[in-house]
């Protein structure tokens, strides 16, 4: 006679092991990014579209109230477009391999997002756990406000556990065509070969939609290695190849100015030894996208962001900290 119990208990085994893995185990990897496989959102949405996976994400970012996707093979392939408060951990999985969700806004509970209210804007300070870029762990505490006003970002380890935690901070509101001018203090020119430190746009989908100024050695160690880039991607993912300018700076001191200029037609960058207030003193560095990437130029706006981070995760070679001063922040409308 066959036992029922034990059947069933096969049955049961051999769909579970059917499944993707995304379902069976009931996680959804995210492995650092906005978006992930084989997930999908309740309810909220707000439109959809006919187009390629890969394009969903800008789809979202550059549609008005929409805060998260989700993409399937219905009809061709549909991008569905999303709206309201959302968190990656409101996402479920499902049992479609093809399928793929993702986050442009994602919200947390007011309690756990910490701010500061600093250049006339609020800014949030993220806290985050073995997430990109690196992948590196953030923490909220390595950014702060000094009684002179000045803005802090630190690169810390710490004495007791020996972990490394990185700093991030991005604005409230969105920014759109405009002048963005950074006064910063520190010797960046001396950077170890696996610190970061970044100044930018940044809409939510990687490889799009963002205007970049680095400083980074990107892990080279020979002497000659660039250490400065200024790099724009397209408005949209697949239309063309972001453009990016790299070169070697050695400072006179440890201030410099740094800004770029955003607008229809071309991001034009410059940087300069000393805190300037004119663009065309003392001259560090200048870039501006060729006249082949104004067809794709960036045109949505996005949130400002500001970190200082570990090369693929991997701390200072030499083992010392890092500390980045903003003495102030401003922005132009265009």
């Avoid at 978006?35 to 949405?45: H, L, P, Q, R, V």
């Avoid at 790299?246 to 770029?260: A, C, M, N, P, V």
């Avoid at 560095?285 to 962001?305: D, E, G, K, R």
């Amino acid at each position: 006679m066959i036992n029922i119990l034990s059947l069933c208990t096969l049955i049961i085994v051999i769909v579970i092991n059917s499944l993707p893995a995304t379902l069976a185990s009931g996680v959804i990897n995210w492995n650092g990014n906005n978006w992930a496989m084989s997930c999908d959102f309740y309810e909220n949405d707000l439109s959809n579209a006919q187009i390629a996976g890969e394009a969903c994400g800008g789809k979202c970012a550059e549609t008005q109230e929409c805060t998260h996707f989700a993409w399937t093979q219905w009809n061709g392939g549909t991008c569905w477009m999303k709206k309201g408060s959302v968190s990656k951990a409101d996402a479920f999985p499902t049992n479609d391999p093809n399928m793929v969700c993702g986050v442009i806004y994602e919200s947390q509970p007011s309690n756990a997002e910490k701010s500061i209210h600093w250049a006339g804007y609020q800014w949030f300070l993220r806290d985050d756990k073995n997430s990109g870029p690196g992948p590196n762990n953030w923490d909220s505490n390595n950014v702060w406000i000094d009684s002179n006003n000045k803005l802090h970002l630190k690169l810390r380890r710490s004495p007791t556990t020996g972990e490394w935690t990185c700093a991030e901070l991005y604005t409230d509101v969105k920014f759109s065509f405009g002048t963005f001018r950074w006064f910063v203090e520190g010797p960046i020119d001396k950077f170890d070969t696996n610190v970061v430190f970044g100044l930018f746009t940044y809409g939510g989908v990687d490889g799009t939609n963002e205007i970049d100024i680095e400083v980074a050695k990107w892990g080279r160690t020979e002497p000659e290695a660039s250490n400065f880039f200024c790099t724009v991607y397209p408005h949209s993912l697949g239309v063309a190849k972001q453009v990016s300018s790299g070169t070697r700076i050695s400072l006179q001191g440890t201030y410099t100015t740094h800004q770029f200029t955003w607008t229809f037609n071309n991001v034009q960058f410059q940087s300069q030894h000393g805190f300037q207030s004119s663009p065309n003193q003392n001259i560090l560095y200048s870039y501006q996208t060729p006249v082949t990437f104004t067809s794709v130029m960036p045109y949505i706006s996005a949130p400002l962001h500001m970190n200082l981070w570990a090369f693929q995760g991997k701390p200072p070679t030499n083992g010392q900290e890092v500390e980045i001063i903003i003495h102030d922040f401003k922005y132009i409308k265009a």
